[in-house]
């Protein structure tokens, strides 16, 4: 993949290496400018420890408070302004808002004073060399302090600058781990719901067949003629049992009743009986889908079959919003190795769509909420399920239930 010239440009800023090579850039521009036009002692060391001072600008922010006084007392010791001062001025201002070495009020203000004290070392040399300097009380004194005002403009604006991009890039990170936090919430709280929706299935699917062996083994004792009175009590005991554990089934999954104000479903739970009026549903909506069955239909237990209906019934949604329009073909084989292989593919772009093509990009084989609790439903049954891009193309989602052991 290609990157644009800013991509480009950003990568390398930040590279470990930049702060180097650009003060080593601005020392060794700051050499040939002081060969060029020799200074003094204290222009010389001033405008080669502002340069040099640049390339530990990233590693220690703060050296960026030597840079700018190097460069305003190697300004103040010469009237002449080298073009290595004024990088390494700028670099330094920026520096200093960029890392937040101290407040930008102050560093302005710390700024201002030291653009104060060169323009008056500056007022100070033009007297010394005779050219006229009004009195500060005459008329037309207050353009001497032009420069000042000037340094302290150039001083605010750098600094500045580099305070917003301070502040720009920690929105952003704050944005970001915002979001992150925000999706790793809506995952969490729809895998909750997802688990309380198949502990509430399986409280209902429990309670039945428990509630069934309390009441056959409690008839038992009055409609089997014959009976010793040992066989009795081992009856009463079986019904006992069992009241007692949907008594502790209830407590347990009490938190997971229907909340107050909702209407509780009395509909049967689905099967895998109902697979055809699901595909029938997923075709008056608009998509495309066959079922193919094989192998001889086998009465599951009520888990196996809820589990398997609610797999198919979520890959169908997921076609039908990462692939409007896609084939899809429903294949459910009861092997003979008491194991049901339930498959749903469609022909849709699978998990590379890009999001501009038009279509939904497809959540990938690791993340997704219909995802995560199609896992949990084939793993609460004890079998397995794995989503990702077919052998032929598109999307295919396959779960194995063995459901010999249930």
């Known amino acids: 993949m290609r990157t644009s010239p800013q991509q480009r440009l950003r990568e390398w800023i930040a590279a470990p290496a930049y702060p180097w090579i650009t003060g080593g850039a601005v020392t060794a521009g700051a050499v040939v400018e002081l060969i060029a036009i020799p200074g003094g002692v204290t222009t010389t060391v001033g405008v080669l420890v502002s340069a040099a001072s640049l390339m530990w600008r990233r590693s220690f ?38 890392n937040r070495v101290v407040h930008p009020a102050l560093a302005v203000a710390g700024g201002a004073l030291g653009a104060l004290c060169v323009n008056l070392v500056h007022i100070n040399t033009w007297s010394r060399m005779d050219l006229p300097v009004p009195a500060l009380w005459e008329k037309g004194s207050l353009s001497l302090f032009a420069e000042s005002f000037l340094l302290t403009v150039v001083v605010f604006g750098a600094v500045m600058m580099g305070d917003a991009v301070r502040s720009r890039e920690e929105t952003r990170t704050e944005r970001s781990l915002a979001q992150d936090r925000l999706i790793a919430m809506e995952r969490q709280q729809a895998a909750e719901a997802e688990r309380a929706a198949i502990a509430r299935e399986l409280h209902d699917i429990v309670s039945h067949s428990v509630s069934m062996i309390a009441v056959q083994a409690e008839s038992a004792t009055y409609t089997t003629p014959g009976l010793t009175p040992e066989a009795r009590d081992g009856f009463q005991q079986i019904a006992g049992t069992a009241r007692s554990s949907m008594a502790e089934l209830r407590r347990l999954l009490g938190v997971l009743r229907t909340p107050q104000g909702e209407t509780a479903l009395t509909a049967p739970q689905p099967t895998l009986d109902h697979l055809a009026e699901l595909v029938d549903q997923h075709r008056a909506v608009g998509g495309t889908a066959e079922l193919r069955i094989t192998g001889e239909r086998v009465a599951l237990p009520a ?27 429903v294949e459910v084989d009861y092997g003979a190795d008491r ?20 279509t939904a990009s497809r959540p990938g084989t690791g993340t997704g909420h219909g995802l995560t609790g199609m896992r949990e439903r084939a793993a609460l049954v004890g079998g397995r399920l ?21």
């Not at 030597?66 to 990088?87: E, H, P, Q, R």
């Not at 692939?323 to 899809?328: H, K, L, M, N, V």
């Not at 794995?386 to 249930?406: I, M, Q, R, Y």
Request: glycine share 16%; net charge neutral.
């Open 61 to 98: 922010p703060p050296v960026a408070v030597l840079t700018v006084a190097a460069g305003l007392i190697g300004f103040a010791g010469d009237v002449n302004l080298y073009v290595s001062i004024m990088v390494s001025g700028l670099a330094g201002c920026y520096a200093l808002g960029r």
């Open 339 to 358: 194991l049901l292989t339930l498959r749903v593919r469609d022909d849709g772009p699978g998990t590379g769509a890009a999001s501009g093509s038009g």
């Open 303 to 329: 888990a196996w079959e809820l589990s398997a209906y609610r797999i198919a019934q979520e890959a169908l949604t997921n076609a039908r919003k990462h692939a409007p329009g896609a084939r899809t073909v």
């Open 386 to 406: 794995s989503a990702g891009a077919g052998p032929d193309g598109g999307f295919l989602v396959e779960a194995e239930l063995p459901w010999g052991s249930g």
